[in-house]
């Protein structure tokens, strides 16, 4: 491409009609034949970082192919041997082998909808009572806080595994993604995961008292950190430490990585139960911290 179109190569990369571009200079055989240097621009639309990233490495990787054919061609043509590559790199794959993006999205996305939901759903229980003006006949029964909360989340957590059981059905028959571990244990690292996530809004619920209003901060504290702080939307690693320290209290992260032992690597409790005890420890204390916010009185 010559010096007279880099604005029209300037105008379409920004108008997203390509995403890279190679402009080769018009005597780019001639120096390549005088054994000179010869530039070549590489230019990558960096607006989407992820494909810049890959399309770079791409490239480079060309250049280097066509860098050592050259030194090749030029050692035979000077009565030496040819070029030989050391090393013969043969990448194997596990678990993913075909590198397929859905097999680990759809179990990171089941997790952040789990967690969506079920904290939706709890959100609205005791709330809903004090706007209906019904908490006032709640209160008069002999039933106790743990009973009461108790009562309103059995309902819910049986609908939350109605739908863990569509999501992973989903998964199967629907997106096809590879299913290696027990089914058992799958359920029931859900029911740890399901538990805290109703509790969890249940306590909000309590808290505001109001129906919109808990509605509003059950999906901001749920949905955000699941989708953004679990590591489905990116890697935890690559985060500030900040950021990495507060990835710890998000639930999501320790269901996302269960969910992907099981779905991939079909692995068991041995390796799981760092994730799973933690999980129970953020059960255990919103449980707790649900009944402890809940009293039976109208002040």
């Not at 806080?145 to 569509?166: A, C, H, Q, R, T």
Request: charged share 15%.
């Amino acid at each position: 491409m010559g010096v007279d179109n880099q604005r029209d190569l300037v105008r379409a990369i920004d108008t997203g009609r390509v995403m890279v571009a190679l402009v080769v200079p018009y005597d780019f055989a001639r120096r390549i034949d005088a054994h000179r240097d010869a530039p070549v621009q590489f230019i990558v639309d960096g607006s989407d970082s992820n494909t810049a990233t890959i399309a770079i490495g791409y490239a480079d990787v060309i250049a280097q192919i066509y860098a050592l054919d050259l030194a090749s061609q030029r050692s035979q043509r000077s009565g030496g041997p040819a070029i030989q590559i050391p090393l013969d790199v043969r990448p194997r794959v596990w678990f993913n082998e075909e590198l397929e993006s859905k097999n680990f999205i759809v179990p990171g996305l089941i997790a952040v909808i789990m967690m969506v939901i079920a904290a939706l759903l709890t959100s609205l229980t005791i709330s809903r009572e004090w706007e209906r003006g019904t908490m006032e006949q709640l209160i008069s029964t002999p039933i106790k806080g743990p009973e009461l909360i108790l009562g309103k989340l059995l309902p819910y957590f049986s609908v939350g595994m109605l739908d863990m059981l569509l999501a992973v059905v989903m998964g199967q028959f629907l997106f096809h993604v590879p299913f290696r571990g027990d089914v058992a244990l799958l359920f029931g690292l859900a029911m740890i995961f399901l538990v805290g996530a109703l509790a969890m809004g249940m306590t909000i619920s309590i808290v505001t008292k109001s129906q919109l209003l808990s509605s509003q901060v059950a999906m901001v504290a749920t949905f955000l950190p699941s989708f953004l702080l679990s590591g489905f939307m990116f890697t935890i690693a690559n985060m500030p430490r900040v950021i990495r320290l507060i990835t710890y209290i998000v639930p999501a992260r320790y269901f996302i990585v269960i969910l992907k032992g099981i779905y991939l690597k079909g692995v068991g409790m041995e390796i799981l139960a760092v994730p799973t005890g933690l999980l129970a420890v953020y059960g255990i204390v919103m449980v707790l911290l649900a009944n402890f916010r809940f009293k039976k009185k109208l002040a």
